[in-house]
């Protein structure tokens, strides 16, 4: 079966970074485009990044900062955050498009998503 296990989530100071990792399994993961979305205290999912085979894209938000790559000889998907604000505050979720979804367009609607890991940007 599908399974996304993120890591790497943490407390982490205004300006600090960390790096994001979804380990991925039962599917073969070179052929999916995936993305990492989250969702802030009280509020609603937000997409934060996408890649595929081909190319990245990223919310406004965190153009600049944040940095999407994946390893498809350890079915690995990486967020390397920097520059954090206290408005990154959120639970980061890994998630996978089905083949031939038009994720361009409807970014949240992946058919698997992680368990999430909670990132935190506080002083």
């Known amino acids: 079966q599908v399974q996304l296990v993120e890591s790497g989530g943490g407390l982490v100071q205004p300006g600090g970074s960390l790096r994001l990792s979804c380990k991925a399994s039962?599917?073969?993961?070179?052929?999916?485009?995936l993305s990492w979305v989250r969702q802030a205290p009280g509020k609603g999912l937000e997409w934060v990044s996408v890649i595929n085979s081909a190319s990245v894209n990223y919310a406004d938000s965190v153009k600049g900062r944040f940095t999407i790559s994946r390893d498809n000889t350890e079915n690995t998907l990486y967020l390397q955050m920097n520059s954090l604000k206290p408005e990154d505050t959120a639970v980061y979720y890994c998630?996978?498009?089905?083949?031939?979804?038009?994720?361009?367009?409807?970014?949240?609607?992946?058919?698997?998503r992680g368990q999430g890991t909670q990132v935190t940007v506080s002083s």
């Open positions: 998630a996978r498009y089905p083949l031939g979804s038009n994720w361009y367009i409807y970014p949240l609607r992946y058919d698997y």
């Open positions: 039962g599917f073969t993961f070179r052929l999916y485009a």
